[in-house]
């Protein structure tokens, strides 16, 4: 079974490399383009069946390491 | 005083961490972070900076995982004093022993200068060769420096002044121009700028040296 994860900063918290790819944007012309946020995405390969089971693993992980909770959300996607 | 130096792979201010505690009066010992244990009777953990595994992540996130951190922890939960600078407080906040968080400089470079900072707490073992609002010089060398914490945590560093250093003028975005933080004990202090960097005459400046001469000395 493979997870995605997906880890965002929170909203309110400035994201500076999101700012300077958003004006890159805008400097090719694109000025439709108002905010970008990045983010990171993991797949994790996991030795698991039960979706439940997974689940509550991935987000354990998350939770110790995965993500900053400080900062950052997480989202979590059996695939 | 006896201290441990903890060295990570990445880490590169483990050497000046080492000789800046030597000059001042101090026994200190490298520790690889294979080892499992500590060795006995160590008054002080230092984490130096650096990176540390790369950096992968976030700053400081694997090495606050990795074993010997266990035995780090053990250490502060006895009440141990402890000492993160640069990568090291990114590391000491990774593992929660301080609040808050090192993001990414708001200008999004690397700055590597030196800076003016103003002392705010001077009772602890680490400040208080200093007066409240003594200015110093002291460099600092980071990517990820820019001190975010919720405006709860922010309160409560104010109001049981754990704030150790702020900057006169702010070089990374850091909330209240935090530069160093304490512990609620205030044994633990984490720190952005680099202090062991200016401790001797070469260095054109001296004003990191009563950081590690004050260490467990009775003011």
């Given amino acids: 079974m493979i997870a995605r994860v997906t880890v965002m900063l929170k909203e309110g918290v400035l994201d500076p490399q999101g700012e300077a790819v958003k004006h890159a944007l805008n400097s090719l012309d694109y000025d439709k383009v108002k905010s970008v946020r990045q983010g990171k995405v993991m797949e994790i390969g996991l030795d698991e069946t039960s979706e439940i089971e997974a689940n509550k693993s991935i987000q354990e992980m998350c939770e110790k390491l995965l993500a900053n909770t400080v900062i950052e959300s997480y989202e979590i996607e059996i695939i | ?219």
């Avoid at chain 2, 000046?16 to 008054?43: F, Q, Y």
Wanted: net charge neutral.
């Fill in chain 2, 1 to 219: 005083m006896r201290a441990a130096v903890i060295i990570f792979p990445g880490s590169n201010c483990d050497r000046d961490m080492l000789s800046a505690l030597r000059l001042a009066g101090h026994e200190a010992v490298p520790i690889w972070h294979k080892e499992t244990e500590l060795p006995k009777n160590i008054d002080l953990i230092a984490i130096p900076g650096g990176f540390s595994f790369g950096d992968y992540l976030r700053c400081g996130a694997i090495a606050a995982k990795s074993p010997i951190f266990r035995e780090i922890s053990r250490h502060i939960e006895r009440g141990g004093y402890a000492l993160g600078i640069c990568n090291g407080f990114q590391i000491l906040t990774e593992a929660g022993i301080l609040p808050g968080i090192l993001q990414k400089n708001i200008g999004t470079k690397f700055i590597s200068k030196i800076v003016d900072l103003r002392v705010i707490n001077t009772t602890s073992t680490f400040t208080h060769k200093y007066m409240t609002n003594n200015k110093i010089s002291i460099p600092i060398a980071h990517h990820e420096g820019n001190y975010f914490a919720s405006k709860d945590d922010l309160e409560e560093l104010k109001d049981k002044n754990c704030i150790a250093f702020k900057y006169k003028d702010n070089p990374n975005g850091a909330s209240e121009n935090i530069a160093g933080i304490l512990s609620e004990n205030h044994r633990v202090l984490g720190m952005m700028p680099h202090p062991e960097r200016h401790i001797e005459d070469a260095h054109g400046c001296k004003d990191g040296y009563p950081f590690f001469e004050g260490l467990f000395q009775t003011s």
